[in-house]
């Protein structure tokens, strides 16, 4: 398999504080993978950094073969990242399929225009209303962003970067916040859109019956630094990753 | 970050259309039951509503709060002014264009300068660039006529209409159908600006910065040309008035100016589209009938804006609005 | 030779007074993270209310004091001249809790609305109580006579008003980085709800701040009154200049305040030296300078 994404002694401090430690990160095309690890980890600081949120303090970030290090949030995106948000992150006055069209508008860059009405604009909204379907929210298209619950915000917040037809996807815990009843279907949901589109997806997750079930990989990050990343076989036998992350071999 | 507390409303077309027709046939058929002086007290409303309008793009569609929207309608008014003294122009057509011509240069770098920086930042660099025209409007007398301005005479419109004879006549009808021309022209056109595809980025930019950035909107940049159109209209706006007032001084580009361009967007309500028109409107009856009571209207404005802030943040239009919705749900 | 050293000194009485209102806004900024917009009108408030009691209390004592040039007379108006410093402080006292504490809530627009309507009657305020016409405590400053240096002349009063800019400095940094109350205030203004959580009152912190702030903006009047005359429209002009030096040193620092104050009171001097025309262009572009390089100032943490 291809490298997508690749990093390379990537580093953030913030004062003293090496959030990121010299991380070399790959995702390859076509995978999902897991990324785990206890708070503190580095985990959101290395998608945000990847994500163009914060600025590298050195290394390298490389995009399908381009450097993207210096990049602009808004040239990542074009050239293929998105993201969803921990703390979901939405338009709340805006109906879920404003939302999504919104992101359509940016990605067909048409939010150049200033003399025409968004609302004519049929093809946005059709390919707007076939989005919330696949993510199973078609019923809730006119509900406000800020009136829906909280797995259907997760959901949103999805539906959103996957608007953007993205080659990399960035899911920022997906399932935090959300029932255990919920979980499975949400997973599932993003992992059939995700899989059927061939979009590649890094997933930080602390669910790990959600981590062992829906990745192809997992990368354990702990101090900033990679801990561990191999098949889910491999995570579940490293001794490291049990000692730090998961609890001993006994207690499991 | 700003939470926006009320969503914006969404009419149909139907219904926008349902007052705007009786409102369009007041305003038509005014010069026919009203006198001369009710007249061109209006035109002078639509001008304010034009600018008020502009200015709303910035804050009820962006988020952004200036306090220096005079430094525009001054720049229109000088423009005319100019060239009146140095090129002789009388069309108002060229008026017209050069006031945008000027403005979209002034409103391009103040812009640039401007829309790099939070809120705060933001207000009260716009106030300071204000103020440092207005300065320059002093120190530069013997071009701008220091105190004493600059004289416009009546224009001529659209290559035949002119204002020789009565003057009064010629403001109170043919001119206020030019400046309602006009103001019907950029109602229409802001109205579909603020309904664009780029209208929503705005809107999006003003609701929740760091996601619309991760929608891929280039923040900056819509910001800046946000500005750049706010600008203009509230430039072409002080072009329109120029001709009305026969006279332009440095005390437009004031920052007391520009807080009467804030008060009458609030007054009127900033979080829906026809709030700043209502609010230039009955403002501007305000200030003629309330200024003669009283030579404290800086202290009368003030205590209405906090009262206003505090009690009825909607305005106007946003308070009529939910009156409206409760006496439906009875 | 001596004329630089005039020069300086200028720069450095501009700077004092600058480095009291810039500082207030900064402080206030610092713990409550608002932007008073009629921060400069406590200044002028300040000014205008120790021009008057200055003016009163000298007219009142008449020849008790040996007359207005008379060693009495100078204690006497420097006694009251802090009152401007005071009342700008229980304007501030009795703002806070009243109309601004609603608005902190709130999205930022409204708060940049009330403190400009705010600017607005405080504006008018100060015209309705003491007219269109500039008020003076000249006698003070005359009274202080002058020194000479080399071949120049200088207002003693002046090395005052840098003395009480200096000693403000010293105090303040003392206060913040040495008392009690100023670490409560620097909890106070790192994170708010912490701060709370400990058991820190942070409303009764908040109006303490705040009055503080615009006690400092009122002795910047109140100090400066004798030297300049308080006009109507010196608010503003102390709002823009103070948004400059926050701009150059960073909102919400005190050292940035006070070297902000420091540069724009130099460039300031320099810029009326040599080019008198273009002095407040100079500023602007520092600023424009500053903000492209450090978008935050040199200390800021915007």
């Not at chain 1, 098949?231 to 490291?240: A, K, L, S, V």
């Amino acid at each position: 398999m291809t490298v997508l994404l690749e990093t390379r002694g990537l580093v953030k401090q913030f004062g003293a504080f090496r959030a990121v430690d010299s991380v070399d990160f790959r995702v390859q095309e076509g995978e999902v993978l897991a990324l785990i690890g206890s708070n503190g980890a580095g985990k959101t600081t290395l998608v945000n950094l990847i994500s163009g949120l914060l600025r590298a303090d050195a290394g390298h970030i490389v995009f399908r073969g381009a450097d993207v290090t210096a990049q602009s949030v808004h040239e990542r995106i074009t050239a293929g990242i998105a993201r969803s948000f921990q703390l979901v992150n939405l338009f709340d006055q805006l109906s879920a399929l404003d939302n999504v069209a919104l992101a359509i508008f940016s990605r067909q860059k048409k939010t150049r225009k200033l003399l025409s009405l968004a609302e004519a604009d049929r093809p946005v909204w059709q390919e707007a209303i076939e989005i919330l379907a696949t993510f199973g929210m078609e019923s809730k298209a006119r509900v406000l962003a800020g009136g829906l619950s909280q797995g259907e915000r997760k959901l949103l917040d999805v539906a959103i970067a996957y608007a953007l037809k993205p080659r990399l996807l960035f899911l920022d815990e997906p399932t935090s916040g959300v029932s255990t009843r919920e979980k499975a279907p949400i997973m599932d949901t993003i992992s059939s859109v995700v899989r059927s589109d061939r979009i590649s997806a890094a997933i930080i997750e602390h669910d790990m019956d959600v981590v062992f079930s829906y990745s192809d990989r997992i990368v354990a990050m702990h101090q900033g630094a990679i801990l561990a990343d191999g098949t889910p076989e491999e995570i579940r036998r490293d001794e490291r990753v049990l000692t730090t992350l998961i609890g001993t071999p006994e207690s499991k | 970050m700003s939470t926006v507390t009320v969503a914006l409303e969404h009419r149909s077309p139907v219904r926008t259309l349902g007052w705007a027709v009786p409102a369009l046939v007041i305003l038509v058929a005014l010069p026919f039951v009203a006198d001369q002086y009710q007249t061109i007290l209006l035109a002078y409303g639509l001008v304010m509503g034009i600018a008020a309008l502009g200015f709303n793009l910035l804050l009820g569609y962006t988020g952004l709060l200036s306090f220096g929207h005079s430094a525009y309608f001054g720049v229109g008014a000088y423009t005319v002014a100019l060239m009146v003294k140095y090129l002789g122009v009388t069309s108002m057509e060229a008026y017209l264009g050069g006031a945008i011509i000027a403005c979209v240069l002034v409103t391009a770098i103040f812009g640039f300068a401007c829309v790099r920086y939070t809120r705060i930042f933001f207000g009260i660099l716009t106030m300071a660039l204000s103020q440092v025209l207005w300065s320059l409007a002093f120190k530069f007398f013997w071009v701008t006529g220091g105190t004493d301005g600059l004289r416009v005479p009546t224009p001529t419109l659209l290559g035949v209409v002119t204002g020789s004879g009565d003057k009064i006549a010629f403001l109170a009808t043919a001119y206020y159908y030019y400046v309602l021309a006009v103001f019907i022209a950029c109602v229409a056109l802001m109205w579909v600006i603020v309904n664009s595809p780029f209208g929503r980025a705005l809107q999006a930019i003003r609701d929740n910065e760091v996601r619309a950035a991760f929608v891929g909107i280039q923040i900056r940049k819509y910001r800046w040309v946000a500005f750049l159109v706010s600008g203009v209209f509230t430039g072409l706006a002080g072009a329109l008035w120029v001709p009305l007032n026969g006279l332009t001084t440095p005390d437009i580009m004031h920052w007391t100016f520009s807080g009467e361009i804030v008060f009458m967007t609030v007054l009127g309500g900033f979080r829906s589209f026809t709030g700043p028109i209502i609010g230039a409107i009955v403002f501007n009856y305000l200030k003629t009938y309330a200024v003669g009571y009283t030579v404290y209207w800086q202290l009368l404005l003030g205590v209405v804006l906090v009262v206003l802030v505090l009690s009825l943040p909607t305005g106007i239009v946003g308070t009529a609005d939910r009156l409206r919705a409760r006496w439906r749900a009875r | 030779m001596d004329i630089v050293f005039i020069h300086l000194l200028n720069a450095l009485l501009y700077a004092s007074v600058l480095f009291l209102i810039a500082g207030g806004l900064s402080l206030i900024y610092g713990v409550m993270r608002i932007v008073n917009l009629a921060h400069g009108n406590l200044y002028a408030f300040g000014a205008y209310v120790s021009a008057w009691a200055v003016g009163r209390a000298l007219a009142m004592t008449g020849g008790e004091t040996g007359g207005p040039s008379g060693m009495g007379s100078t204690v006497l108006m420097l006694a009251i001249l802090p009152a401007g410093a005071v009342a700008a402080a229980a304007v501030g006292a009795v703002l806070e809790p009243t109309l601004l504490r609603p608005f902190y809530r709130r999205a930022e627009e409204y708060q940049l609305l009330v403190t400009f309507g705010l600017l607005m009657i405080l504006d008018d305020v100060i015209r309705f109580i003491w007219g269109p016409y500039p008020l003076t405590a000249s006698a003070l400053f005359e009274n202080f006579g002058s020194l000479t240096i080399g071949d120049a002349i200088y207002p003693t009063y002046n090395f005052l008003v840098i003395g009480v800019g200096a000693l403000a400095a010293v105090f303040l940094w003392a206060f913040i980085y040495r008392t009690r109350f100023g670490v409560v205030l620097r909890a106070t203004s790192q994170d708010m709800r912490m701060a709370a959580a400990l058991g820190v009152n942070v409303n009764r912190v908040y109006v303490q701040a705040f009055t503080l702030g615009c006690l400092m903006a009122g002795l910047g009047g109140a100090i400066i009154v004798p030297s300049q005359s308080a006009v109507l429209g010196m608010g503003v002009d102390a709002l823009i200049l103070s948004f400059i030096v926050v701009v150059v040193g960073g909102l919400g620092s005190l050292e940035g305040a006070l070297l902000g104050a420091l540069i724009v009171g130099l460039v300031r001097e320099a810029g009326i030296a040599f080019f008198p025309e273009i002095e407040l262009a100079v500023l602007y572009l520092i600023a424009a300078l500053v903000l492209l390089v450090r978008p935050a100032g040199l200390f800021g943490r915007a």
